[in-house]
């Protein structure tokens, strides 16, 4: 298993930008693809955007392409969402996760929450003006 911590979550107006982060403990960090996810009230938790182990395959949600770049640092077991022209629909609870299952045989394609078997915490972006 691997732990995950994000940082970088808060309220921001339309607009916006935020960089959300995520360190992860141990040393399989850089065979694992690692993802984002979110869950806004009332709503399932939905992919945003994963990495493959390397970082030579990402994949985004359609709501966010263009707006949103994952990307990771695997001499410092970190990955990070890079977050611009943030809108209200983007309000909720962001997770990192990691397909800790699946060393160097995971990839892009797999984008349900039950494929990710290590979870942050989660970190609050709201948008709102």
């Known amino acids: 298993q691997v732990q995950l911590v994000e940082s970088g979550g808060g309220l921001v107006h339309p607009g916006s930008s935020l960089r959300l982060s995520c360190v992860a403990s141990?040393?399989?960090?850089?065979?694992?693809?690692m993802a984002w996810f979110r869950q806004a009230p009332g709503k399932e938790r939905a992919i945003v955007a994963n990495?493959?182990?390397?970082?030579?395959?990402?994949n985004y949600a359609d709501s966010v392409k263009g707006r949103f770049t994952i990307s990771r640092d695997n001499a410092k077991n970190m990955v990070y969402l890079q977050m611009n022209s943030l809108k209200p629909e983007d309000t909720a609870v962001y997770y990192c996760a990691a397909d800790s299952m699946r060393p160097y045989r995971g990839g892009v394609h797999y984008t349900s929450p039950d494929d990710y078997a290590s979870w942050g915490q989660g970190t609050q972006v709201t948008v709102s003006s």
């Open positions: 141990g040393r399989t960090f850089n065979m694992l693809t």
């Open positions: 990495i493959n182990y390397n970082g030579g395959s990402t």
